[in-house]
T-cell receptor, first 112, second 114 residues
């Protein structure tokens, strides 16, 4: 069955460092992959999308990579700030069907 | 900006009650979704709709039904609430024909069934 894995343990890093979150998947051939941010008690908010034929995508301090051979996406936040503390969800889409399958998310804590 | 609103942020109901969760979006999106989110299980799709009066089962439809009488409104119905339906319920919308399928979420309704 399709499976998306994100590290369930919280990631604690120091302010100014680069945070790297991982999303692995099995039994899935996604056309694209998305990353969302979710703050406590709120709905997820879209951050970035990367397609299967793209290796890397950047937006300000965010960078996403997508390796369809390894079946993995890495999400990087450079120069991290305490305001980046949140749970980050990856979601895979097959394209055309409008259905996304979400991972369980990884909680990031950026400490001063 | 897309705005998705949900009728309640917090709701407490008793076992056996009929529960209505309402979701409204203001961007004329065709697609609407209902998820529930539980610790360790992530977001799970309950039902979705591509158009008015159209609905499709998601991954966990049992115990739920939906209604989409108007394009902007998508309702989730718990016919007879049970304690295992205590959860955070999230509504989302998106718009084809883009293949991006980016979803815009509401703030969520935290439902407690006693």
């Amino acid at each position: 069955s399709q499976k998306i894995e994100q590290n369930s343990e919280a990631l604690n890093i120091q302010e100014g460092k680069t945070a790297t979150l991982t999303c692995n998947y099995t039994n899935y051939s996604p056309a694209y992959l998305q990353w969302y941010r979710q703050d406590p008690g709120r709905g997820p908010v879209f951050l970035l999308l990367i397609r299967e034929n793209e290796k890397e995508k950047r937006k300000e301090r965010l960078k996403v990579t997508f390796d369809t051979t390894l079946k993995q996406s890495l999400f990087h936040i450079t120069a991290s700030q305490p305001a980046d503390s949140a749970t980050y969800l990856c979601a895979l889409g097959a394209g055309g069907g409008n259905k996304l399958t979400f991972g369980t998310g990884t909680q990031l804590k950026v400490e001063l | 900006d897309v705005k998705v609103t949900q009728s309640s942020r917090y709701l407490v109901k008793r076992t056996g009650e009929k529960v209505f969760l309402e979701c409204v979006q203001d961007m004329d999106h065709e697609n609407m979704f209902w998820y529930r989110q539980d610790p360790g299980l992530g977001l799970r799709l309950i039902y979705f709709s591509y158009d008015v009066k159209m609905k499709e089962k998601g991954d966990i439809p049992e115990g739920y039904s939906v209604s989409r009488e108007k394009k902007e409104r998508f309702s989730l119905i718990l016919e007879s609430a049970s304690t295992n339906q205590t959860s955070m319920y999230l509504c989302a919308s998106s718009s084809p024909p883009k293949l991006t399928d980016t979803q815009y979420f509401g703030p969520g309704t935290r439902l407690t069934v006693l």
